[in-house]
């Protein structure tokens, strides 16, 4: 947690920052500071500092790109490889990672509504080390059968990308609207869909490896989202 309070800190400090050289008549920025939410405990706070700009001849669509600071929170949980028929998998008593991503995205302004949708392009990813239970879906030789039965340490994974595409990395993307009270305030919300990450760690000088070769484990989830945005240009 105290490495998210941190990152919060870094992104309000780079609100101050101009990504375009527009005029405030083209461009605008804000901050969300909100958090994703589940009836099974699990949740994901998130920090997005975003600047986007629209073009003279379609001032309605508004092309952006921001940077994300975000956590994600959840208690039992099962970690997937990637290939496999059907996939290994770790069993997690909790999982959590924080991270900070860059962002891009879309919307359209509808009178006082953003219409929106973003996702990390590239990002890191850290947290606690945590230990996964390991259940092979094979009942004859392989690369996993020497650790079948354990606990296995891991940790997330650190360097993502396209966590919306590809999958074994870290990150987060939304799609949303943002309700402009005033120049000072909105309300923003929407659904979260991430991706969480996790990689088999070293062991007695050596790798430590599932079946198939595989050293990572990862798992979609979705949620409601609400947030408080900040407009600074409007």
């Given amino acids: 947690m105290k490495v998210f309070y941190a990152f919060v800190i870094l992104t309000a400090a780079l609100s101050s920052v101009r990504v375009y050289g527009q005029t405030q008549s083209q461009a605008s920025a804000v901050i969300d500071v909100g958090t994703g939410f589940s009836d099974d405990n699990s949740w994901a706070p998130s920090v997005l500092y975003y600047e986007q700009v629209s073009m003279n001849r ?19 949980t099962d970690l997937y490889t990637k290939t496999g028929s059907p996939p ?89 609207a943002r309700i402009y009270f005033n120049k000072r305030i909105s309300l923003k919300v929407g659904y979260l869909y991430g991706h969480i990450a996790y990689r088999t760690r070293n062991a007695d000088d050596r790798k430590v490896f599932l079946d198939n070769n595989q050293r990572r484990v990862s798992q979609n989830y979705g949620m409601p989202y609400a947030a408080l945005s900040f407009p600074i240009l409007h």
């Fill in 88 to 176: 290994d998998y770790l069993e997690y008593n909790k999982v959590s990672a924080n991270g900070l991503s860059f962002v891009v995205g879309a919307n359209l302004r509808l009178w006082k509504i953003d219409l929106g949708i973003n996702t990390d392009l590239i990002g890191a990813s850290f947290g606690s080390r945590r230990s996964g239970y390991y259940e092979r879906n094979l009942t004859g030789p392989g690369t996993g059968s020497p650790n079948n039965g354990k606990w296995l340490k891991t940790s997330p994974v650190i360097f993502n990308a396209a966590p919306l595409f590809l999958e074994n990395y870290n990150g987060q993307s939304e799609a949303y």
């Fill in 58 to 76: 379609i001032p309605w669509f508004r092309f952006g790109l921001g940077i994300r600071a975000w956590g994600y929170y959840a208690n039992r």
